[in-house]
T-cell receptor, first 117, second 108 residues
Framework: NAGVTQTPKFQVLKTGQSMTLQCAQDMNHNSMYWYRQDPGMGLRLIYYSASEGTTDKGEVPNGYNVSRLNKREFSLRLESAAPSQTSVYFC????????????????FGSGTRLTVV | SQQGEEDPQALSIQEGENATMNCSYKTSINNLQWYRQNSGRGLVHLILIRSNEREKHSGRLRVTLDTSKKSSSLLITASRAADTASYFCAHNTDKLIFGTGTRLQVFP
């Protein structure tokens, strides 16, 4: 099925451990995004990639790094996990290259629930 | 923060009633979008309204946009139990910024 696939769906980390969240889309979309969702705060943008080969910081980039591996894949890395990074992480994508989401809605993955203890 | 705000935070209604959710934002926008999120799931795009539009309909959904007040509303008419979910507005500049969401509970 076409869409955005995130792995893993669940993960528990100890403080200081590292991990990479994977995201892949098969819709030939140009732009991809990583959000985190915390109770009562909606979704906040961590990083985004407007097109293959580019990445930019969002609202809450500290403690994260990203890689746009190719047009399909956009990974999010936590180098040294902290309890404050406990959250649900969503990847999203959209077709347009310029002025992202100018006329289209985003397609979201089903999320990765991360707990850092 | 550029994050938008929504009200009410929570809304409980009976099936058949209408549900209205409001959203405010702080910047100029290209468009404003509404999304639904069922518990434990990802977000699903519902409707998009461009900055030069004032009202848009899609099935039982009606969205209005007032750029002078930097606000939008989502009306769900004749609600159903299956409409129970959280609803988020998101305004778009060069990236999509979400509001805090409204939790809608529709009782049969």
């Amino acid at each position: 099925n076409a869409g955005v696939t995130q792995t893993p769906k669940f993960q528990v980390l100890k403080t200081g451990q590292s991990m990479t969240l994977q995201c892949a889309q098969d819709m030939n979309h140009n732009s991809m995004y990583w959000y985190r969702q915390d109770p009562g705060m909606g979704l906040r943008l961590i990083y985004y990639s407007a097109s293959e080969g580019t990445t930019d910081k969002g609202e809450v980039p500290n403690g994260y790094n990203v890689s746009r591996l190719n047009k399909r894949e956009f990974s999010l890395r936590l180098e040294s996990a902290a309890p404050s990074q406990t959250s649900v992480y969503f990847c999203a994508s959209i077709r347009t290259r310029t002025s992202p989401a100018k006329n289209y809605g985003y397609t979201f993955g089903s999320g990765t629930r991360l707990t850092v203890v | 923060s550029q994050q938008g705000e929504e009200d009410p935070q929570a809304l409980s209604i009976q099936e058949g009633e209408n549900a209205t959710m409001n959203c405010s934002y702080k910047t100029s926008i290209n468009n404003l979008q509404w999304y639904r999120q069922n518990s434990g799931r990802g977000l699903v795009h519902l409707i998009l309204i461009r900055s030069n539009e004032r009202e848009k309909h899609s099935g039982r959904l009606r969205v209005t946009l007032d750029t002078s007040k930097k606000s939008s509303s989502l009306l769900i008419t004749a609600s159903r139990a299956a409409d129970t979910a959280s609803y988020f507005c998101a305004h778009n500049t060069d990236k999509l910024i979400f509001g805090t969401g409204t939790r809608l509970q529709v009782f049969p």
